[in-house]
């Protein structure tokens, strides 16, 4: 299994806010990719505090596991992740409005399970095509749903930057859980938004299957970002189960 992760601030963002944690765990891959929000300083508080967290408590839970499924795992890391935002934001006015979007996933031989919270995605690439697993916590992605704008005009839409769910702004959160199998060729790739904000779901399809190692894919996705001006944090974890062709 091929697995690597890569982080870059952009090219107009002073400070990388956007954290991202993982390793092997158990007979598998866990991963989790936070894009910070709060302001100065606290925004990148917030993810890594959050990634951190849940990567330190699904890591723990997965190894001693005996049975118990991996999605409601990875929820009670989402839970244990935005208990600690949420009390560090409830310290002092300055620490107002604190939080971090979440996405995350457990890889098996065939099985994956994802969590999320915000809009931070988990996509799944194949020779058939590409496909978003997760679900945008976004007002984008409400009207969208409501079928008020189209996905295309949802990219440079107004309220993109307006998230409807996060980790640490509300006592407790919900978290999406998606399962999905593991076929041989499936690529697949955590990212924040500065990633997708920069490139389309084609361009993404296409590095992901240009590539064998998840390394070099990891590299030529911020590469590729960059030069479309990403002006935002961009973060990538690719995932590659199995080797070979796509």
Known sequence: M????????????AENQDSFAMGPVRDGVLAVVCDGMGGEAHGLLASEMAANRFFAFARAA?????????ADILCQATDAANRKVYRCACQGEEYAGMGTTLVAGFW?????????????????????GIIQISHDHSRVQEMIDRGQITQSQGRNHPARKFITRAVGSERFVRCDVFTVPVREGDRFLLCSDGLTKALEDAE??????????AEAACGTLIREALESEARDNVTVVVIIPKKGGA
């Open 2 to 13: 091929s697995f690597f992760g890569l982080s870059d601030k952009g090219r107009y963002r």
């Open 62 to 70: 997965l190894e001693a596991s005996e049975g118990e499924d991996a």
């Open 108 to 128: 098996q031989s065939d099985t994956a399970t994802f969590v999320n919270v915000g809009d931070s995605r988990a996509y799944r690439a194949a020779k058939d």
């Open 204 to 213: 993404l399809h296409r590095v992901l299957l240009a590539e064998d190692n």
